[in-house]
């Protein structure tokens, strides 16, 4: 059976805030668009829509301090300097290696860093309302901003005024594969739609479908073992199956980032809620289902350290951790803002009534908060900032707010690895034009948002939404300007 044809200007394939952001943009720069989401309308949106959607700025109008430098100086490894040598020359005059080399491309950090500002006052524009909204970290290392209403209503918002202006959203329609024709541009995809019939959509594609997060097969062969440790944050993870990495991958295209980690979020496995986030193990100690310590719970801002501690807990037995906290840490000034879950806590009078109930050996658990509790030292303990209060004596050690864990009644919640989103992506240069093994542009072919290569070793905190804006509308614009000069009789 014949595929039917859809002729399009630009096709975006996904509905996240990067989608909907290329397809505003090449609307507003006169292309016909479509966009294409594997999700139904009432689930459209992927991760935004279950985002509170944190923006790393100070302003409307600027980026948080050090946003660039944090990014470029995330460990990369350690990468050829005669490669890399090449980093401050323009683009057209770099080596071919270091066009499609995996590392970031310095241009890229500094176009996001220059846009950002704008790109917000481009959605506010569109309905969006930003506020200073409180956060789940009760220390901070930066500051940050929010959409009021949070990942939904910019998908809701955006959502509506892309329909306004005329963008075709095709629902329940997965992208399976691009069209490529002789001279190697990018013509369109292939998908198949709710009734599992094949359907072309023709055009200038933008690429914009998140990471790999929901296949579990991509995560057992990118993260091994540890890939079934993990699961999305949030429901809208579930329709990131990596195909549009995949069919990039297949059409040649080079890749950055690092495929063998993912940003990590320490949750509630008890819990089906969006982001059940537990930010409070910094007051208390987290403990294996053996009963034991096995990492430092506040080696600085939580909002800094809890994916690098999140990692640990994920390589724990059945990567699982508890966090326990006695009365005085449950006392803490607006605990519940950090724990997210709706699920109660396990509670008991003693540490091994506790233990008994969360299945931990009771001596065990009773001599590593004994062990524990000897090595704090006096002093003024303040939940507001790292206040400098660490063990002594103890592996591991705790560097910040060690205070004994002593007076009942005690409370325990399970903490497991969730998987935000996927570090390893698509090389693109600062316009979001997919880069080719070989240091060369793939003509015809754009990506923006989590399913691009940034992260290495630690997620640049607040900076996913923000991105997915900026380069989504660099994006979209740029998908425009290049189907506007085809002919007309080569038009889609």
């Not at 809701?156 to 024709?181: I, N, S, Y």
């Not at 002093?379 to 205070?403: F, I, Q, Y």
């Amino acid at each position: 059976m014949t595929a039917l044809k859809q002729r399009y200007d630009v096709v975006v394939v996904g509905g996240g805030i990067a989608g909907l952001s290329a397809a505003l943009s090449a609307t507003e720069n006169g292309a016909r668009v479509a966009l294409l989401d594997r999700a139904t309308e009432q689930e459209t949106g992927g991760n935004t829509r279950y985002t509170e959607a944190y923006l790393r700025m100070k302003s409307l109008d600027e980026v948080s301090d050090g946003l660039a430098d944090t990014i470029v100086d995330d460990f990369m490894g350690h990468p050829d300097p005669g490669i890399t040598a090449d980093s401050g020359l323009d683009w057209e005059r770099r080596n071919p290696l270091l066009r499609s080399h995996q590392v970031v491309d310095l241009d890229y950090v500094a176009t996001f860093e220059d846009n950002a500002g704008p790109t917000l006052r481009w959605l506010e524009g569109h309905g969006i309302s930003f506020g200073q909204l409180p956060t789940l970290f009760l220390t901070v290392s930066t500051t940050r901003m929010a959409p009021v209403g949070g990942g939904l209503a910019l998908v809701e918002t955006l959502g509506a005024k892309a329909r306004a202006l005329g963008v075709d959203f095709h629902f329940q329609t997965t992208a399976r594969t691009l069209r490529v024709d002789d001279n190697g541009r990018v013509t369109g995809v292939e998908a198949v739609d709710a009734t599992g019939a094949r359907q072309v959509f023709t055009g200038t594609v933008v690429l914009a479908s998140g990471g790999y997060q929901g296949n579990a097969e991509l995560m057992a062969r990118y993260h091994g073992p540890l890939g079934m440790l993990a699961r999305p944050v949030a429901r809208g993870g579930n329709y990131n199956k990596g195909e549009g990495i995949e069919m990039a991958m297949a059409a040649g295209a080079a890749t950055a980032g690092n495929f063998a980690l993912f940003h990590a979020e320490p949750v509630d496995p008890r819990s089906p809620d969006p982001e059940a986030a537990i930010m409070a193990f910094t007051y208390g100690i987290l403990v294996n289902v053996n009963g034991e310590r096995f990492v430092d719970e506040a080696r600085g801002p939580i909002d800094a350290w809890y994916e690098r501690t999140t990692r640990d807990i994920q390589g724990q037995p059945r990567g699982i951790a508890w966090m326990i906290l006695d009365a005085a840490g449950q006392a803490i000034p607006n605990l519940k803002t950090a724990i997210r879950s709706e699920e109660s806590p396990v509670r008991a009078d003693t540490i091994a009534e506790l233990a008994a109930k969360i299945e931990v050996d009771p001596a065990t658990l009773e001599a590593t908060v004994a062990a524990y509790n000897a090595a704090c030292p006096d002093g003024e303990w303040d939940p507001t900032r790292p206040d400098g209060l660490a063990t002594d004596g103890v592996t591991p050690p705790k560097s910040n707010w060690a205070s004994p864990i002593q007076s009942g009644p005690f409370i325990a919640y399970p903490i497991m690895c969730a998987n935000v989103f996927t570090f390893g992506g698509l090389k693109v240069d600062a316009t979001s034009r997919v880069i080719d093994r070989d240091g060369r542009v793939i003509t015809g072919l754009y990506a923006a948002g989590e399913m691009t290569g940034l992260y290495y070793s630690n997620y640049t905190g607040s900076t996913s939404v923000l991105r997915g804006a900026t380069f989504g509308k660099i994006a979209g614009a740029h998908a425009a300007s290049l189907s506007a000069l085809q002919p007309a009789g080569e038009r889609s």
